[in-house]
């Protein structure tokens, strides 16, 4: 009981003076999780649009596929983004294998796929006369999809807060592919871990209540814009 | 009527994976006229409709425009933005009324000022400006498809194309907006074609009808000429056994109107303007005849017509009469042996003026 009791005060010490290993550690979460989050959101809202949008042979497949994606372990993205950017591997050239770029694409290709098929899903749910009667009122192809996007912006928030919440809290391909380098690699989950096995339970629960309240924050402004997208 | 058509089709052929949902040879549609499509459900209006509008790939068959064939890109491009679509559902996006109703114009880059001159015309034109900041998912039913045809008419469009646009409306509402859309088509001369399946709003909306069936048009004409010969069964009983006579409102008082018919005068209840051109719908049934004129009778109108033709149907017969207007009216076989009605006898008709039905043009 004292060792929890302990942990808190300690945890609680650490955050209101600001230590700056905490707040170094935070802020490259963050940026990595953020960057990570925009790019599949670029990737996946434009790519579940095309397949939402187009018929074609095959897109009961590519759906089954993204869906899948959908779910995909942490592990096995961290694993083969390892073999890929691995030294003799196909992008070995780049010379990215732990640092925080590698970490950028691996939940990168962790938060794509959520992104992919929640917009892919909030288009084609989409009444099915809308695309027409958007064409109809003389929309061009681009300002149709456009207006689609916007037309579904609940559920694309959805995504937004579904990939984030997902990679900022994910440490199987982070630690692989970044390898936990303190100043330079070293996030909140792999920090956790570490701490947590060196038996700082002070500076483990500390780094533990930053990534829920973390987490808690992003998702909570990001229900204020939604339910008053909502309710207007 | 020789002008050139606004859009016309010729041997569209349209199909949904390998069935055929529309073969149309020929269609027309006349600049400043409003053309109703009506038939039954799955006859392909909406099909015809959305193919009109350059929305639905073609198998094969040719639209022009303008006099136009529309065969490239640029064209359908063209074609669509001439053309506005009005869904049966109101299709309005998440935002304000007013932003719906300038999506369209927003499509085309126009400026601010603009923009908004058109959105306020046309709130005005379906009397919901006061609506203009209101969210549309707020809308009523009946608010929401007066947006969606706003919207529509905002982009002023050479071509108007409603897809069964008043189904899902309760009674007064239905009645109101299609007031509104009547007067609007009037005023503006707007072309428009209407997918319908009732005939009163035939009647009251259209200058030419085409009856589709299966996928084809099985015939097409004006109004009058399509309600008075119907080529089949299916378009009788969609017109009715109705007799039906275009008049002229001349005086109107008291809930009681006298409508100018041929030169002659029906009294008809009602309440509409004078001036108003109606339709006055007349049942067969409700139509007495006998061989002199009736003394105090209640019946409000008194013709006397010659009998142009005598019918003999399984239980009664059907009088076709002049009466400066032709009319029909059934009579049992005992009156008409009572009565001895040859062909070419002149006969007394009498009909009451609540028996006619009077539909505004």
Redesign the interface.
């Known amino acids: 009981m004292d060792l929890i009791l302990q942990g808190i005060i300690k945890a609680f010490h650490l955050i209101v003076s600001f230590d700056p290993e905490v707040i170094s550690i935070t802020w490259l979460s963050l940026k990595i999780s953020g960057t990570a989050t925009l790019i599949s959101l670029f990737v996946g809202v434009s790519v579940g649009v095309a397949v939402a949008l187009n018929d074609f042979f095959g897109k009961r497949l590519v759906i089954s596929i993204i869906n899948t994606g959908m779910g995909l372990p942490p592990v096995v993205v961290g694993l083969f983004v390892t073999i890929m950017i691995w030294r003799s591997g196909p992008f070995g050239f780049l010379e990215i294998l732990y640092t925080p770029y590698a970490m950028i694409i691996a939940q990168a290709v962790i938060a794509t796929p959520i992104v992919m098929g929640i917009s892919l899903a909030a288009i084609q749910n989409l ?1 099915p ?2 695309r ?9 192809r681009l ?1 149709m999809v456009w ?1 689609l996007v ?2 579904s912006r609940l559920p694309l928030l959805a995504a937004v807060m579904a990939g984030f919440g997902g990679v900022i809290s994910e440490i199987g391909a982070s630690i692989m592919v970044g390898g936990n380098i303190k100043g330079y690699t070293r996030v909140l989950t792999t920090a956790t871990v570490m701490e947590t096995g060196k038996g700082n339970f002070d500076l483990a629960i500390a780094l533990a209540i930053i990534l829920l309240l973390l987490a808690f924050t992003i998702n909570f402004l990001l229900t204020q814009i939604q339910q008053r ?1 909502q309710s ?1 | 009527m020789k002008q050139s058509p606004l859009l016309s089709a010729e041997n569209l052929v349209v199909k949904r994976g390998k069935v055929t949902v529309l073969n149309v040879d020929e269609l027309k549609v006349f600049t400043g006229r409003t053309l109703a499509l009506i038939g039954p459900n799955g006859a392909g209006k909406s099909t015809l409709l ?1 193919t009109l ?1 350059g ?1 639905l790939p073609m198998v094969s068959g040719k639209i022009y425009f303008q006099s136009r064939q529309v065969s490239s890109f640029s064209d359908l ?1 063209m074609l ?2 001439n ?3 009005v ?1 049966q ?1 109101p ?1 309005l ?2 935002m304000s009324v007013e932003k719906n109703v300038a ?2 114009l927003k ?2 880059n126009l400026s601010r000022a603009q923009i908004k001159n058109s959105v306020d015309e046309a709130l005005a034109y379906f009397g919901i400006e006061q609506l203009a900041k209101r ?1 549309a998912k707020t809308l009523s039913g009946g608010e929401s498809k007066r947006v969606s045809l706003a ?2 008419f905002a ?1 002023k469009p050479k071509i108007i194309l409603l897809d069964e646009a008043f189904n899902s409306l309760d009674p007064p509402t239905r009645e109101a907006i299609i007031d509104d859309l009547q007067n609007i088509l009037q005023k503006t001369k707007i072309t428009a074609v209407l997918a319908l399946h009732d005939r009163e709003e035939t009647l009251r909306l259209a200058h030419d009808v085409a009856v589709m069936s299966e996928g084809k048009i099985i015939q097409q004409g004006t109004t009058a000429q399509v309600f008075h010969q119907p080529i089949n069964e299916y378009i009788a009983n969609f017109v009715g056994t109705e007799v039906i006579l275009e008049g002229v409102v001349k005086k109107s008082e008291a809930g009681l109107m006298e409508v100018a018919v041929s030169g002659h005068i029906i009294e008809a209840v009602g309440d509409f303007k004078t001036g108003q051109k109606v339709c006055c719908c007349l049942r067969p049934e409700n139509i007495t005849v006998s061989k002199t004129v009736p003394e105090k009778i209640s019946a409000r109108n008194v013709f006397k017509g010659k009998v142009l033709k005598a019918a003999r149907q399984a239980y009664f017969y059907k009088l076709t009469l002049d009466c400066g207007f032709v009319i029909s009216a059934y009579i049992t076989i005992p009156s008409f042996d009572e009565l001895n009605i040859c062909e070419g006898d002149t006969l007394a008709v009498s009909f009451k003026a609540t028996a006619v039905h009077v539909i505004k043009r």
């Open positions: 009444p006369n809308l027409l009667q958007i064409l109809s009122l003389g929309a061009s300002q207006v916007k037309e997208q207007r | 959305l509008a929305l491009v669509r933005r053309a506005a679509v869904f559902e299709l996006l998440n999506v369209g499509f085309r969210a919207r529509a982009i």
